[in-house]
């Protein structure tokens, strides 16, 4: 089993930065090879894909989020970032880490990030 908690979101303003963590614990041998991603659902919307690393370090980002959001792992401490720079009002949402492997798939509980125009 693997638990997954993000942290560092918040109220920004246009134009401001904030950097988001996820910590996973449990299983570390689930863990070290896990797809990490961040999804964020804004209200009325489905939850989208912003950014996602493997474990080898390859990321892959939404076309709206691509040259603003960074996502990084570090596996010695098990967590994933999200630094967001150049926030946008549509940013708002509550985001949220992932983990896959396989058919294992874990979800954290989710932080919300409010950017104010």
């Known amino acids: 089993q693997v638990q997954l908690v993000e942290s560092g979101g918040g109220l920004v303003q246009a134009g401001g930065s904030l950097r988001l963590s996820c910590a996973a614990s449990?299983?570390?041998?689930?863990?070290?090879?896990?797809?990490m991603g961040w999804y964020r659902q804004a209200p009325g919307k489905q939850r989208e894909l912003v950014a996602s690393i493997t474990n080898g370090g390859t990321t892959n980002y939404a076309d709206s989020v691509k040259g603003r959001f960074t996502i990084s792992r570090d596996n010695a401490k098990n967590t994933v970032y999200l630094q967001m720079i150049n926030l946008k009002p549509e940013d708002t949402a509550v985001y949220y880490c992932?983990?896959?492997?396989?058919?294992?798939?874990?979800w954290g509980q989710g932080t919300l990030v409010t950017v104010s125009s």
């Open positions: 992932n983990g896959q492997l396989g058919f294992k798939d874990y």
């Open positions: 449990g299983d570390i041998f689930t863990i070290i090879p896990m797809t």
